[in-house]
């Protein structure tokens, strides 16, 4: 099993030098195409083989006949297979973020530009699991490459398998992509969390805490804002995306801190303050986080729970683990 | 392989795939292996359908253990295509007990394929070809249905991307066929096949040859080299029955004498026969034949071909006779005696009549007129129908019945011979044939079946007396159909009698013919003597496997053209046609349009790349951006535009 774990190391490693690292959008032509039989094929194999002895021993003409019209429908077989991969454009089509221990999902895009279908792509993720999927003649489909996750920082997707044994299952078509794309894992929130400490000076702040009660002004539209307090009338009149911003009179917005977090490791502290914040962004409160050397100001909405899990998950550069 | 358990839709595919590959096997399948199968599919299907429980382990190998016993038992034995054959049904059965998964559908479809092999062991006529190809194609549609991920199937769809395969895999197999050396000789035994063929055996009792004169399937066809004998020529000698214990004549036991030499006059007949299988080792030529294959049979003493393997499958083979001989001039005292024995005790009454004629006619010569004469003129009546004989059958037929069929004919004309001292044996064939004006051969079928005597006269060696030509000339100038009387269950008779049928039957035995010749008796001689009309010298196997490899790689060619055609992008606009020409040439060049990349931007690129280039991909690059772009495109522009790409290489 060693050797062969050695071997499979040495053939990805001329892969990947052979192909390079892929940008953009690939085209996955033949040079890119690896064919082989399956398990499946291999005994379909056998069988036809003792067809072909059975056949030539009783000297029987029809019974070859059969035999080798199965061998040559295994053989277009082989070619359909190839050619169902053959052609396909691929290209990232962006990555969600998991908590660490959950799965990231690498999404890629799939264009046909041919006439037939493209039937059972599919896409194999670093640890086995599969997803099967069809682009339609002309069209084109998505497919996620899953990736489990250790630890919070980035993971990279350095190599994934676009494969096909479409149609009987005889033969496995792949081509191997190094889309070294990379997909920020936020730190996991830690089970059990000390209340987030209180701000300071909770009457006197009440205009920094936004709330929904009084409206108090516009400001600029950021993504992951509420559609709902998008400013439309204004927007009409000039172009520009504004959101509705209200005075709240509800407790002002606490600004999560590292240094505010029980003593203990740096990652069970960083779990700590995530907990604060998918806490806070659950109660749809506002929020803020101060990092050394990083603040980001108190801001309530899916775009500052983002943000914030991604400070999280940079903070010291953990750099990136290799899915 | 995926896991996971299939739908109704994928077990029914399935289910109709082993279902035709099975129905050519029923009938000689012992009918409660048909039962037990059927009822395990139709359990199989209800389950499915209501959702029930398939059956555990335990129950799975009791039912397993019974059935192989119940085929050993049933089928004394594993040996055997018939055996075989049930036991794969068997497995299919059983295992359709246990089939959830795509791994389960697999093996179904492989042991179906491996039945439509089966079905080629038992037959290889046109019919059972047009029958197994569907069932395989339906076969390969199964697995295709259970190899798709996600839903089921959609109805015929399996069936028709199948089709469309199999039409694509159909010019490789046929190079295959073609150039596939051909092994000669067995890996292991010798087929075993034991299922009763109708034809003639090696003995006969009274009625035996009228039972087999109501069959009209062809027992063989010959193709002459020269012109057609006349039909009192065409006797084709089987079997020579020497033994006889007063009912049955049969084969001698004893096959230790030497062959008596034979003189052969006039001019050779060569030709060639196709027989049709027959399950025994007897081969059948025109009276006397003097070349055969040696490889494949051999004469015995009584000058009747033996194959050296019983013919279980159509054989050919080649074959020269002289119909003017002199055979066994000198007859040994063993030979004299074998040729004379009669059972003491039995047809007292034929016997006193052979001694008495004898004696009244003074030689052999007139005594063999003198009893074909009682034949002709006493009431003796040529019929398909004739009444049973008993025990001493000579006696009954000739003193009480008097109606009979060419072997009661020769039966009592042998052993009146005996009776009278003159060394005598019956001999078995078939005599006449159907001309057949389309494909320019000759059809005896098993309705020709006939038998004769051979006497031994001084001077003459064996000669060949046909009593039924007494009784009923027209049965050896014209056939049965004009010596038998209306109301006489002649086979095709009806047939002979339309023009228009008769034609359309011979027709259609000369598409059977070709089929015998081209695809089940096409061999290493065949595929030797297509080389050298091909041009080339001496073929032998290395230039088949050179011709196999170089049809393969062509057909696979085609096929990767074919598909490639098939996957073409869809462009309705000539111009993006002829900019795609321009792109793929690039592409050969290491310059490949990224699919993102706008045409101005690939055109800095190439520009980049190859200054060279530069003026002539700008001109084409300005006049597509143009022709797509532009409104009310120009056909002069589109011209120039294709001239321009024509005219591009890079």
């Known amino acids: ?323 | 392989m995926r896991d996971l358990p299939l739908g109704m839709r994928r077990l029914a595919w399935t289910l109709c795939g082993l279902a035709a590959a099975v129905a050519p096997h029923v009938a000689h399948l012992k009918p409660w292996v048909v039962s037990l199968a059927l009822a395990v599919a139709g359990w199989r299907l209800l389950a499915e359908h209501r959702g029930w429980r398939l059956p555990g382990r335990m129950l799975r190998s009791g039912v397993a253990v019974a059935a192989t016993a119940g085929i050993v038992l049933s089928y004394r034995g594993w040996a055997g295509l018939d055996a075989g054959t049930a036991l794969l049904v068997l497995m299919a059965a059983l295992k359709l007990l246990e089939t959830r998964t795509a791994r389960d559908h697999v093996v179904l479809a492989f042991i179906g394929w491996f039945l439509c092999l089966a079905t080629f062991l038992y037959r290889q006529d046109m019919i059972a070809a047009a029958w197994v190809l569907p069932a395989a194609w339906l076969l390969a549609a199964s697995l295709l249905a259970v190899s798709r991920s996600g839903d089921e199937p959609r109805r015929l769809r399996p069936f028709r991307q199948t089709g469309a395969m199999l039409l694509k895999a159909v010019p490789l197999a046929l190079v295959l066929f073609v150039f596939f050396p051909r092994v000669a000789g067995h890996f292991w035994g010798a087929p075993s096949n034991e299922r009763a063929v109708t034809g003639l055996s090696e003995e006969m009792s009274p009625g035996d040859l009228s039972e087999l004169s109501i069959n009209d399937a062809v027992a063989f066809r010959v193709r002459f080299d020269g012109a057609l004998p006349p039909p009192r020529d065409r006797y084709w000698r089987g079997p020579v029955l020497t033994e006889f214990d007063g009912f049955t004549w049969s084969r001698a036991r004893a096959q230790a004498y030497f062959k008596p030499a034979v003189e052969y006059l006039g001019d050779p007949l060569t030709y060639t026969v196709t027989l049709e299988p027959t399950g025994q080792r007897m081969l059948f030529a025109l009276d006397l034949v003097r070349d055969w294959p040696e490889s494949m049979a051999q004469q015995s003493w009584d000058y009747q071909l033996w194959s050296l393997q019983p013919v279980d499958a159509v054989v050919q083979y080649r074959a020269g006779s002289h119909t003017r001989y002199r055979a066994g001039v000198e007859l040994s005292a063993a030979l004299s005696n074998r040729n004379l024995q009669l059972p003491a005790d039995r047809n007292p009454g034929a016997r006193a009549l052979g001694a008495r004629m004898r004696t009244e006619a003074g030689s052999d010569e007139a005594f063999i007129q003198a009893v074909l004469a009682m034949f002709r003129e006493q009431e003796f009546y040529y019929t398909l129908t004739p009444p049973r004989l008993e025990r001493d059958s000579v006696d009954d037929f000739l003193f009480n019945t008097r109606r009979g069929f060419c072997g009661h004919f020769a039966s009592a004309f042998t052993m009146l011979m005996r009776a009278g001292g003159v060394p005598a044996r019956v001999v078995a064939g078939y005599q006449g044939g159907d001309w057949n004006r389309v494909g320019g051969y000759l059809i005896v079928r098993q309705s020709h079946a006939h038998a004769w005597s051979e006497v031994w006269l001084a001077g003459r060696g064996w000669t060949r007396i046909d009593p039924t030509a007494a009784v009923a000339p027209e049965r050896v100038e014209r056939g049965l159909d004009a010596a038998l009387p209306e109301g006489e269950p002649v086979p095709g008779r009806l047939l002979r009698r339309s023009e228009f049928l008769w034609e359309a039957g011979l027709l259609w035995d000369n598409v059977n013919a070709r089929w015998n010749d081209w695809i089940v008796r096409f061999s290493a001689e065949q595929q030797e003597r297509m080389l050298e009309s091909i041009g080339f010298e001496r073929p032998d196997w290395r230039h088949l496997g050179t011709l196999l490899g170089v049809g393969l790689i062509a057909g696979l060619a085609l096929v990767s053209a074919w598909l490639a055609w098939q996957f073409r992008p869809r462009t309705s606009d000539p111009a993006a046609r002829s900019y795609r020409r321009f792109t793929a040439r690039l592409a050969r060049q290491g310059l490949e349009r990224a699919p993102h990349e706008t045409p101005r931007d690939f055109l800095a690129r190439v520009v980049a790349a190859r200054p060279d280039l530069g003026p002539q991909a700008g001109d084409i690059t300005e006049l597509y951006l143009q022709l797509r772009y532009w409104p009310g495109p120009d056909a002069r522009d589109l011209a120039r535009l294709r001239g321009l790409v024509a005219g591009f290489r890079p």
Not at chain 1, 3 to 29: F, M
Not at chain 1, 35 to 45: A, K, R, Y
Not at chain 1, 144 to 167: D, F, H, K, N
Not at chain 1, 276 to 292: I, N, Q, S, Y
């Open chain 1, 1 to 323: 099993m060693k050797l062969l774990e050695t071997i499979r190391g040495i053939l990805r490693r001329w892969i990947r030098r052979r192909q390079g690292p892929d940008e953009g959008a690939v085209v996955l032509h033949r040079r890119r195409i690896y064919i082989l039989p399956t398990q499946l094929g291999v005994v379909f194999g056998a069988m036809l083989f003792a067809m072909l002895l059975g056949s030539l021993n009783y000297a029987n003409n029809l019974g070859l006949a059969l035999t080798f019209l199965l061998a040559a429908l295994a053989l277009v077989a082989m070619h359909a297979c190839h050619r169902n991969l053959q052609g396909l454009v691929v290209h990232g089509a962006g990555a969600e973020s998991p908590f660490a221990g959950q799965d990231a999902v690498f999404r890629l895009g799939f264009v046909n530009p041919g006439r037939l279908p493209r039937i059972d792509i599919e896409l194999r993720s670093p640890d086995g699991r599969e997803h099967v999927g069809s682009v339609p003649a002309s069209g084109d489909a998505r497919l996620a490459v899953l990736a489990p996750t250790r630890r919070r920082g980035t993971i990279r997707l350095g190599r994934c398998e676009v494969a096909t044994r479409y149609p009987f299952g005889l033969f496995r078509a792949w081509a191997v992509l190094h889309p070294d794309t990379d997909c920020r894992v936020y730190p996991r929130p830690a089970a059990r969390a000390p209340a987030p400490p209180a701000a300071p000076g909770a009457e006197g702040q009440r205009d920094t805490r936004r709330g929904q009660e009084d409206f108090a002004g516009l400001k600029d539209y950021h993504p992951g804002d509420s559609p709902r307090r998008i400013a439309w009338k204004a927007h009409a009149r000039g172009g520009e995306l504004l959101v509705k911003e209200f005075a709240g009179a509800a407790a002002p917005a606490p600004m999560f801190d590292l240094d505010a977090t029980p003593d203990g490791d740096l990652e069970a502290r960083l779990a700590v303050l995530a907990r604060w914040v998918v806490d806070a962004h659950g109660r749809g409160e506002a929020f803020g986080l101060r990092l050394p050397g990083l603040e980001i100001p108190v801001e309530p909405g899916e775009a500052q729970r983002r943000r914030c899990l991604a400070a999280l998950a940079d903070f010291g550069s953990p750099g990136p683990d290799h899915a």
